[in-house]
């Protein structure tokens, strides 16, 4: 599914670069992007906030890499970057009003060494902000050249119908790229209503979280295998009768096509209506065998099945 205005042509999977300067280092976070170009995914999610959390960090460590990969590859009209504003750095509330955006926006452009990104993300939704307000402040940053695209990341439906309906109103940008919380754990938030607008909106839908933090790939067998990792506190409530039966299901399924869990659960992902491409992070090279086997893979009637009722809330 493409948007009519996209400016360009989607890759069938985007790179969640949050790794970069957090769980994969410079040197590596170059192995694994020159590796991505190499499979023809060139589309690199990124965002002002990653990785503040992690010790050390301040924010725009990500983008920091990638605008140095890109200067020392030359690449950068190869190369389709979406980065977001708006969710906090550390403390505070989410901000999309006119000076912090515009503030953020040139510190992104300097950080990535350029000066355009292809998609410029709200990344939460700020209910201090009208949305007016923060369409205007998008519609200056298009007529200057600076961004492409925009898309909105966890908004809740009642908000983006209110945002699509102002932008036809008001001859404001719209938000053409959307980004919810999708796999094979989390599907209420965006199944039925959410997805059924943006097909109908011919939105562009990059789902994150594709192996729900790690948690789908099958390397946890249970809370205590994850006690004390990175990402414990993301995977630690999956960890119930539903997880098991859903790693189960993973597992018989990745047997029969002889592939990794983590194939199965992008693959899944992939073949599910409105999902346009769902981003999926990688911290070693090696791991980007999944990708592959996701590309390559086809789901049959019965593996979907099987996937579906495990993960069906019950």
């Known amino acids: 599914m493409t948007t009519d205005m996209q400016s360009f042509k989607m890759p069938p999977l985007v790179f969640g670069g949050n790794v970069f300067g957090w769980t994969a280092d410079k040197k590596t976070s170059f ?23 992690a010790e050390g960090n301040n924010g725009g460590e990500s983008e920091t890499v990638l605008g140095e990969w890109m ?48 998609v410029y993300y709200s990344h939460k939704y700020d ?11 998008y519609r200056n940053a298009i007529k ?26 008001e001859n404001l940008p719209k938000y053409t790229f959307i980004q919810p919380e999708y796999n094979l754990m989390e599907r209420d938030a ?32 249970d809370a205590a295998d994850a006690s004390g990792k990175e990402r414990e506190r993301f995977v630690k409530k999956y960890f119930d009768d539903r997880g098991k039966a859903v790693l189960k299901a993973l597992q018989q399924t ?39 086997e996701a590309l390559k893979l086809q789901l049959d009637q019965e593996d979907l099945q099987l996937l579906d009722d495990a993960s069906r809330r019950k």
Request: hydrophobic content about 40%.
């Open 31 to 53: 192995r694994l992007l020159d590796a991505l170009m190499d499979r023809g995914l060139n589309y690199i999610d990124s965002a002002n906030v990653y990785s503040y959390w």
């Open 127 to 137: 209910d201090s902000t009208p949305q007016h307000e923060t369409l205007a402040v």
């Open 190 to 221: 965006f199944e039925d209503a959410y997805r059924d607008f943006c097909i109908e909106n011919n939105l562009s839908v990059n789902s994150y979280f594709t192996l729900a933090s790690g948690f789908l790939t099958g390397k946890y067998d």
């Open 254 to 292: 990745a047997k029969k096509h002889g592939v990794s869990q983590a194939g199965i659960s992008i693959a899944w992902t992939m073949a599910q209506p409105g999902i346009s491409a769902p981003i999926v992070s990688a911290t070693s090279e090696s791991q980007l065998k999944a990708f592959d």
């Open 71 to 118: 200067q020392a590859r030359k690449n950068r009209d190869k190369v389709i970057i979406a980065t977001k504003v708006g969710s906090p750095m550390g403390k505070g509330s989410p901000d999309l009003s006119i000076p912090y955006i515009t503030e953020q926006l040139d510190l992104s452009l300097k950080r990535l060494q350029t000066d355009y990104i292809d």
């Open 144 to 169: 200057a050249g600076k961004v492409r695209e925009i898309g909105a990341s966890n908004f809740p439906l009642a908000v983006m119908r209110e945002a699509l309906k102002l932008a036809e109103d």
